[in-house]
């Protein structure tokens, strides 16, 4: 079955580490999306790809880091610089707009859970 | 930047009544796209109903209806008669559709409105 898979389900971070969340997809999508959420908040925009090897910060990108080197993969990385980085982690994926179709919205993983201790 | 709003932050409606959820947007372009989504407690996102803005024809998936009025910005999600399952925090979703641009295909959402359903 086609999907979005984000492991791990729950992480937890010590403070001054960096962590790397996983964000896998196999729908063949170019675009891609990571997302933090607070409790009870709206989903605030980390970073994005279109295509590989190319990625645009989003609205809060400061404390993070991303890479797309294969089309199914955008890992995000949390790192030390992340003051507050306990929150619910969503990635999405989606096609490109160039290529049309009904289906421009985007698939949302499980998401991951990540608490600094 | 384009910016989406849902001013609601919290509903709620009687099972079998209708409800109205509110989003606007703040854009320069001319074509996009906007989503409502559906977070239940699971946190699974969940697409509710899509529309195109080159559309004026307003979206219908069964019980959810779209009033788009592009002029206004303006794109609210209609829920009519309400059952136990609607109850979610339901998102606003804008995405840019302008080709070359620094924010090609970026994906915004609102603050979220939490739907409560009572029996």
């Known amino acids: 079955d086609g999907g979005i898979t984000q492991s791990p389900k729950y992480l937890f971070r010590k403070e001054g580490q960096n962590v790397t969340l996983s964000c896998e997809q196999n729908?063949?999508?170019?675009?891609m999306y990571w997302y933090r959420q607070d409790p009870g908040q709206g989903l605030r925009l980390i970073y994005y790809s279109q295509i590989v090897n190319d990625f645009q910060k989003g609205d809060i990108a400061e404390g993070y880091s991303v890479s797309r080197e294969k089309k199914e993969s955008f890992p995000l990385t949390v790192t030390s610089a992340q003051k507050n980085p306990t929150a619910f982690y969503l990635c999405a994926s989606s096609i490109d707009l160039g290529q049309g179709g009904p289906t421009t919205e985007a698939f949302f993983g499980q998401g991951t859970r990540l608490t600094v201790v | 930047a384009q910016t989406v709003t849902q001013s609601q932050p919290e509903m709620s409606v009687q099972e079998a009544e209708t409800v109205t959820l509110s989003c606007t947007y703040d854009?320069?372009?001319?074509?996009?796209?906007l989503f409502w989504y559906k977070q239940p407690p699971s946190r699974q996102m969940i697409l509710v109903i899509r529309?195109?803005?080159?559309?004026?024809q307003n979206a219908t998936e069964n019980r959810f209806s779209v009033n788009f009025q592009k002029a206004a910005k303006s794109f609210s999600l209609k829920i009519s008669d309400s059952q136990l399952g609607d109850a979610a925090m339901y998102f606003c979703a804008y995405r840019t559709t302008n080709a070359g641009g620094t924010s090609y295909g970026k994906l915004t959402f609102g603050q979220g409105t939490i739907l409560t359903v009572h029996p």
């Open positions: 529309q195109e803005a080159y559309k004026q």
């Open positions: 854009t320069s372009e001319s074509d996009y796209y």
């Open positions: 729908l063949n999508h170019d675009a």
